[in-house]
């Protein structure tokens, strides 16, 4: 199968149900499932029935104990490792802070080590995903959020879905984060912050899109992202929430759930390990919904091969 055949075919302009990046701001409903299919056990590691249900309601899970302190160390070495090695040296992959040269987020971890391969695989966390996209899943992009101890700096508030269907045409909201939290994420260290249950309103976002806007976006958003009001308006419904948790720790967090982070001021970093899982019936339309050109490969993956899960044997 060709890469451009597996792009989607999907209607555009007056049929797309997230319309973004015009002149104004608005709040439209989500017209996608949250869980899609049954929601029934995939595997030996899926989510109970409670769980599934604080996912569908909240647009997003704290799982703890997912992965070990052990296996969480393990990862967060082998980071050390890739980001002291000359392999990111002058790459597209590697992100800086806005304000330094310390380094803030490297894309694709993936690609460049097994051990990341091997848990962007590993059933404890596809049993889940499969579980709620109800389909084979291929990896949107993976990337490591540094947050370095006294200078990493901020996300502001967004919802990832509103940029990958404008930036990157994924055409429906079909697709889910899943973070491994290789630090302690607490109070002090620039936790992330959401709305429960934003991911229900689709905000569309005012401002067209510059030419080459990943470029900044990567560094400091400012394109697709709510104002005042709106965030206002969806934490008066909601509240607000901070995603804490142990290194290891699982969170499950819908594309569309509004979120965002502060600076971590602390004495300690708060490094996190994210992969984007995209559903293969979702695949990318045949051009982004609201930018001139696609984002580059490395942040919207144009291979579509379904994750092959490995560890356990399912049920
Ligand atoms: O690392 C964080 O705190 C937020 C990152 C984020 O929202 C993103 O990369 O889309
Ligand atoms: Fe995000």
Same mark, same amino acid.
């Given at each position: 199968?060709?890469?451009?055949?597996?792009?989607?075919?999907?209607?555009?302009?007056?049929?797309?149900?997230?319309? +973004?990046?015009?002149? @104004?701001?608005?709040?439209?409903?989500?017209?996608?499932?949250?869980?899609?299919?049954?929601?029934?056990?995939?595997?030996?590691?899926?989510?109970?029935?409670?769980?599934?249900? $604080?996912?569908?309601? $909240?647009?997003?899970?704290?799982?703890?104990?997912?992965?070990?302190? %052990?296996?969480?160390?393990?990862?967060?070495?082998?980071?050390?490792?890739?980001?002291?090695?000359?392999?990111?040296?002058? &790459? /597209?992959?590697? =992100?800086?802070?806005? #304000?330094?040269?310390?380094?803030?987020?490297?894309? !694709?971890?993936?690609?460049?080590?097994?051990?990341?391969?091997?848990?962007? *695989? $590993?059933?404890?966390?596809? #049993?889940?995903?499969?579980? =709620?996209?109800?389909?084979?899943?291929?990896?949107?992009? %993976?990337?490591?959020?540094?947050?370095?101890?006294?200078?990493?700096?901020?996300?502001?508030?967004?919802?990832?879905?509103?940029?990958?269907?404008?930036?990157?045409?994924?055409?429906?909201? *079909?697709?889910? @984060?899943?973070?491994?939290?290789? +630090?302690?994420?607490?109070?002090?260290?620039?936790?992330?912050?959401?709305?429960?249950?934003?991911?229900?309103?689709?905000?569309?976002? *005012?401002?067209? @899109?510059? $030419?080459?806007?990943?470029?900044?976006?990567?560094?400091?958003?400012?394109?697709?992202?709510?104002?005042?009001?709106?965030?206002?308006?969806?934490?008066?419904?909601?509240?607000?929430?901070?995603?804490?948790?142990?290194?290891? @720790?699982?969170?499950?967090?819908?594309?569309?759930?509004?979120?965002?982070?502060?600076? !971590?001021?602390?004495? %300690?970093?708060?490094?996190?390990?994210?992969?984007?899982?995209?559903?293969?019936? !979702? +695949?990318?339309?045949? &051009?982004?919904?609201?930018?001139?050109?696609?984002?580059? /490969?490395?942040? %919207?993956? &144009?291979?579509?091969?379904?994750?092959?899960?490995?560890?356990?044997?399912?049920?």
């Amino acid at each position: 199968m060709s890469r451009a055949a597996a792009l989607t075919d999907h209607p555009r302009g007056a049929e797309d149900p997230y319309v +973004t990046r015009g002149a @104004t701001e608005s709040i439209a409903e989500r017209v996608d499932p949250v869980v899609y299919g049954s929601g029934a056990p995939r595997g030996a590691h899926s989510l109970d029935p409670e769980q599934l249900a $604080d996912y569908e309601r $909240d647009g997003f899970l704290v799982v703890p104990d997912v992965f070990s302190r %052990a296996e969480a160390e393990a990862l967060l070495e082998e980071f050390r490792g890739l980001a002291a090695s000359e392999r990111l040296h002058g &790459r /597209e992959e590697l =992100i800086l802070e806005p #304000d330094s040269e310390q380094a803030r987020s490297v894309f !694709n971890p993936h690609r460049f080590s097994e051990r990341f391969d091997r848990v962007s *695989r $590993d059933r404890r966390i596809l #049993d889940k995903v499969v579980q =709620i996209l109800d389909s084979e899943v291929y990896i949107h992009h %993976a990337r490591i959020n540094i947050k370095s101890a006294l200078s990493g700096r901020s996300f502001p508030w967004h919802s990832d879905f509103e940029t990958w269907h404008a930036e990157d045409g994924l055409p429906r909201c *079909r697709v889910l @984060t899943a973070w491994v939290l290789l +630090t302690e994420n607490d109070e002090f260290n620039g936790p992330l912050y959401l709305i429960p249950g934003s991911h229900r309103a689709f905000v569309s976002c *005012r401002g067209a @899109t510059p $030419d080459d806007n990943h470029k900044a976006s990567l560094r400091r958003q400012e394109y697709g992202v709510p104002s005042l009001g709106v965030l206002q308006e969806l934490a008066a419904a909601g509240g607000l929430a901070a995603a804490h948790g142990a290194p290891g @720790t699982l969170i499950l967090h819908e594309g569309n759930t509004m979120h965002g982070s502060p600076d !971590n001021i602390s004495p %300690a970093a708060r490094t996190n390990l994210f992969f984007v899982y995209n559903s293969v019936l !979702n +695949t990318p339309a045949q &051009r982004p919904f609201a930018a001139t050109e696609f984002r580059p /490969e490395f942040l %919207a993956s &144009r291979d579509f091969t379904p994750v092959q899960p490995i560890g356990d044997r399912p049920r």
